[in-house]
């Protein structure tokens, strides 16, 4: 058998050897492997283009994290320069150029009071380090008893095991529930389905009481709250009203406990400004960042602390107050020059600035074209995050079965139409990279409606 690089692209050899060998990532292989997969081969700009030359909008930025779109030549560039000195070198005791330059300027656009950089390599760790900075700092602080966590119901902070404690979804991991520690849980302000459609400040005010009481509760037994603020991305696109970040976070403040915010999803422009907690005017004790840090080039992430954190790690070498936290790709020094000239992008080109009409025109569309649909129950929309909630029943909010795989026939609709978008659930997701074009936007924003009714009115 000939293998995949000599067969070039021949699609079905490589469909062949994807269904022989691959396990992909939250997928149901035996739906996958009885479908066409869609392979890639290069893209360009805000299109990626298949292997048998068919063009697709990226509507998803590539999970996420995408950017400036792809083979920006300012980041192609970073990177090649970099490569041309070295693609890695451990920073467990040693340090390199590109990773001293970023912490300076994480830290020079950070939220105030964060000073330290810790890096590793995707959401999931930065959330783990987080966790395990927050849980030791208290230990070295002499408040032992500090030993549990609060999150929010249906939060995502990653896969790994204290990621998945503290971010607890059922569809994905109630398999590994014997393996998660517990957590105090805290209703979120989900106006749609937990509210039931309540005022959005009734809502707020709910789900702050809930927190409060229970946060004051527990207070001596917690050592932080984690959160996603404004929005939790895998949730569903669960937007929360302005106000449940800040109170919160004043709410922790009160009771002494470390507040964390995830801002994996929400960081580098997502929401309309650097970071989400800046709508909020909040800014957190430790904050979780990836995917958007090199544009979407590069597995890079980063857990930023206070110096009042990082003092409490300080001591002589005998004292094993050190963080004992390390991965071999830690602050990879290709992801850290690409980060440092996506950075700049966002400076030179203006990226937040030229967002904001084009923010409004979504709002405006998602208002116009996709509310009045009568499978369309909610739209949740942060910026360029924005989630579709389908419904079987509008008046009811009755939601399509899972086995009706909604969401997912939407997307295959789409990407008939050269589109790619994911769902979660009944959710259709809209996750444009941050340079999209208008007229781009508009064809993402006719297709998804056009496959909306294809499926919902079939
Ligand atoms: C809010 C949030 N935190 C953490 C993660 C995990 O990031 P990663 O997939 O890079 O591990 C994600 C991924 O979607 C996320 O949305």
């Not at 459609?197 to 001596?220: C, F, G, P, V």
């Not at 979407?296 to 110096?307: I, Q, R, S, V």
């Not at 600035?353 to 923010?359: F, L």
């Not at 074209?369 to 009811?396: C, N, Y």
């Amino acid at each position: 058998m000939a293998s995949a690089a000599t067969m070039a692209l021949d699609y079905e050899a490589l469909k062949r050897l994807d269904h022989t060998y691959l396990w992909h990532p939250f997928t149901q292989m035996q739906e996958w492997t009885g479908e066409d997969p869609l392979i890639i081969e290069k893209g360009d700009g805000h299109y990626l283009i298949d292997v048998q030359g068919r063009k697709y909008l990226d509507g998803a930025s590539s999970l996420w994290c995408n950017v400036h779109g792809h083979r920006k030549k300012e980041l192609d560039d970073a990177l090649k320069e970099q490569i041309g000195k070295i693609a890695h070198s451990t920073f467990l005791g040693l340090s390199h150029l590109p990773g001293i330059e970023l912490a300076e300027k994480l830290i020079e656009i950070a939220p105030r009071g964060l000073r330290r950089v810790f890096y590793s390599d995707n959401g999931a760790t930065a959330v783990e380090i987080a966790l395990k900075m927050a849980f030791q700092y208290w230990q070295l602080k002499g408040e032992k008893s500090r030993t549990r966590f609060a999150s929010l119901v249906e939060a995502y902070h990653g896969d790994t095991i204290g990621a998945m404690s503290v971010g607890y979804s059922e569809t994905f991991h109630r398999f590994h529930l014997p393996l998660l520690f517990p957590v105090l849980r805290l209703n979120p302000p989900h106006v749609y389905r937990y509210f039931r459609r309540m005022k959005e400040n009734d809502a707020l005010a709910s789900a702050i009481q809930e927190a409060e009481e229970a946060i004051t509760r527990e207070k001596h037994s917690l050592a932080a709250l984690i959160m996603e603020p404004l929005m939790q991305g895998a949730a569903g696109m669960w937007s929360q009203p302005l106000g449940y970040v800040k109170t919160l976070s004043e709410i922790c403040r009160k009771n002494g406990i470390l507040f964390i915010l995830d801002e994996v999803a929400t960081g580098f422009g997502r929401t309309g400004k650097m970071f989400a907690c800046e709508h909020e005017g909040v800014a957190p004790d430790i904050l979780c960042l990836a995917k958007g840090i090199t544009g979407g080039y590069l597995p890079l992430a980063a857990t930023l602390a206070t110096e009042e954190i990082f003092s409490a790690f300080l001591g002589e070498y005998g004292e094993f107050k050190s963080f004992f936290h390390g991965h071999t790709y830690t602050g990879n020094p290709l992801g850290c020059a690409v980060a440092l000239a996506s950075l700049d992008l966002f400076k030179t080109e203006k990226i937040l600035d030229r967002m904001q009409p084009r923010i409004a025109y979504l709002k405006r569309r998602l208002e116009e074209d996709f509310s009045p649909l009568p499978h369309v129950g909610d739209i949740r929309q942060w910026g360029f995050m924005v989630g579709i909630e389908l419904v079987e029943d509008k008046a009811t909010l009755k939601p399509y079965p899972p086995e009706n795989r909604i969401g997912h026939r939407v997307i295959l609709e789409a990407r008939k139409r050269g589109i790619i978008i994911r769902p979660l659930g009944n959710v259709v997701v809209l996750m444009p990279p941050l340079t999209i074009s208008e007229e781009e936007l508009k064809g993402l924003l006719d297709v998804t409606c056009e496959s909306i009714k294809v499926v919902t009115e079939r």
